[in-house]
């Protein structure tokens, strides 16, 4: 009967997590722009949101993001593929955290600290074109494991 139990727990414990799929959450959706995102990190979820769809297209605009450290970042560095119809149209990556470089105030924050950013974010975007794209943004640190990670849908009618 112990070992039935043990079983059990071991069961509810790691069940969850191997299965976690988070939902699409909603940034924004006004007259012809929606923007959805899902976290593609398995274990954890993070909240972002913008003061609405078309503030994207102006020069800057403001942003709330926030999520709970689970790696620490010495080094971060960011990956982003623009898809369209299921072919990486796009890539881009940058560093954005340097050992001897404090460029953001989230730079050199360690494991199980919150990371809450409300602030201005020019993309330099004018224009976004008719259609539904897939944004991919990876953020990762030194050691090369996911700080952050989502899947961002943008339909243009």
Known sequence: MKMFNAAILILVLFYPSLSTKWPMHTVCKENDLEIYYKSCDPVQDFALSIDGCSNILMNTFNIRAALVLRHNIKEL?????????????????????????????FCGKKKGEHIYYEGPVTLGIHEIPQGEYTVSAMLYNEDHLTVACADFTIKKE
């Open 77 to 105: 560095s960011m990956n982003i593929n623009l898809i369209l119809n299921g072919k990486s149209i796009l890539t881009y990556s940058q560093k954005l955290c340097e050992p001897n470089g404090r460029r953001f105030i």
